[in-house]
């Protein structure tokens, strides 16, 4: 079953500049990396493989061997250079979505400049967390949406967001707290990882990049040094933090 979001209830007085910079960046980037290979690996962080076919290579027991796994190279960097880079036209669609419907809020929460750093911090801190945990070549700005995701909970946990699920060719709509319905896509990542099948999902930068935007929104708001708006219940008020 596909549970998508499509608007999150958020009333904002600014346009979220900084978040349409950054969709506009990924798609122009991402559909780059589609036609040219060289662009991929560079984003990826990856060697490039050699021109033409890859050769097969068999041992002496005539044993067919895998291909070596790419070899990573400035890990650190690709870490954020890997978000602007997608598999597939689906993938790029769906993550630009979700970063369209909550980023805009965090966006208009954070400011401009604010938002742009949250966005490279946590975006980094998920491909790290990947790299390190898991080992393999990152693609996709996944963990770094968990990671507005997260500053999303923690300044409007009780805002209402839109939904559409979808199981084959059934569906309806429905609109949900958004603290509910980011848990939940929370603990299906943590229930993945537990069960240790990860596959091609990058489970951990989605764990890392949503710990990494949920600390640092909770430090701004214990902090104060975010705006407060009247009418906005954040996660401290619902937990009755700092009353």
């Excluded at 769906?94 to 946590?122: D, T």
Aim: proline share 7%; net charge negative.
């Amino acid at each position: 079953m596909a549970l998508i979001p499509y608007r999150a209830h958020v009333p904002t007085d600014e346009r979220p500049f900084a978040n349409v910079a950054i969709i506009a960046a990924t798609v122009a980037l991402s559909v780059y990396a589609f036609v040219n290979q060289d662009a991929q690996d560079a984003l990826v962080g990856i060697e490039p493989g050699p021109p033409g076919p890859v050769p097969v290579l068999v041992d002496v027991g005539g044993h067919v061997a895998a291909p070596p796994p790419p070899r990573l190279v400035r890990p650190a960097v690709s870490a954020v250079t890997s978000a602007f880079a997608h598999a597939n036209l689906i993938h790029l669609a769906g993550n630009m979505l979700f970063l369209w419907v909550f980023g805009n809020a965090v966006n208009y929460k954070f400011r401009q400049a604010g938002y742009l750093g949250l966005y490279f911090l946590v975006a980094w801190v998920a491909g790290m967390a990947h790299y390190l945990l898991a080992g393999s070549p990152l693609m996709g700005a996944s963990g770094a949406i968990n990671g507005v995701m997260a500053a999303f909970l923690v300044f409007f946990p009780r805002n209402e967001v839109s939904c559409v699920w979808l199981f084959g060719f059934v569906g309806s709509s429905f609109t949900v707290s958004s603290g509910w319905i980011i848990l939940y896509w929370l603990a299906w990542d943590i229930g993945y990882l537990l069960l240790g099948s990860p596959g091609a999902v990058a489970y951990w930068a989605h764990v890392g990049g949503f710990l990494a935007g949920f600390a640092v929104a909770m430090l701004c708001a214990l902090l104060g040094v975010l705006r407060s708006e009247e009418d906005d219940e954040s996660l401290l008020s619902v937990l009755r933090i700092g009353r």
